[in-house]
């Protein structure tokens, strides 16, 4: 009844029809397309020319703050060597000022005491007064030598029994003063 070609003829003029739909709507998208490779393309372009001596600068940056770290670690030895010489310096004035703080107090002493000396009332016959000969027996030599030992004291044991305990507490040395 109905003959075949007619239908072939008329499936192929709405395959036709639907590909030309297809295409005139494809159109549009196409060129939105182009114009985005082309621009894709400018943009590669401007990297590939800039990406490499920005990258370079980077690395230079890079390198010149390393520079920049390593200066500042060895000026920051230098100060600390130069504190360390400063504290050694301190110190040494320190023990300076206390040799000399020493030092003026043994001379306000000898002062003072020749100040006594020449100001007491001298008497025209000095008494003389002996001590009793004791009645004990004569040591030995080893037993001499013994007590020689233990009443003998060092030299700063000497200098710190009297710095400690005659010039620190006697208030009458820094009245003089």
Do not use: C, H
Request: aromatic letters at 6%.
């Amino acid at each position: 009844m109905i003959d075949p070609l007619f239908w072939l003829g008329l499936s192929l003029l709405l395959v036709a029809a639907s590909l030309t739909a297809v295409l005139v709507a494809a159109i549009p998208a196409l060129q939105e397309v182009a114009r985005a490779a082309r621009s894709a393309e400018k943009f590669f372009d401007t990297l590939s020319r800039e990406l490499p001596p920005t990258l370079n600068s980077i690395r230079n940056t890079g390198i010149e703050i390393t520079d920049l770290t390593n200066d500042v670690s060895e000026g920051v030895k230098s100060a600390g060597q130069v504190v360390k010489q400063v504290d050694q310096g301190i110190d040494g004035a320190k023990k300076q000022a206390q040799n000399l703080q020493v030092g003026t107090r043994s001379l306000v002493v000898g002062m003072k005491t020749a100040w006594k000396t020449f100001t007491r009332q001298k008497s025209s016959k000095r008494p003389m007064e002996r001590l009793p000969i004791p009645d004990k027996q004569q040591l030995t030599l080893r037993e001499r030598e013994a007590i020689r030992q233990e009443n003998r004291r060092t030299k700063t044991e000497v200098y710190r029994s009297n710095n400690a305990s005659n010039w620190d507490s006697n208030s009458e040395d820094e009245d003089f003063l």
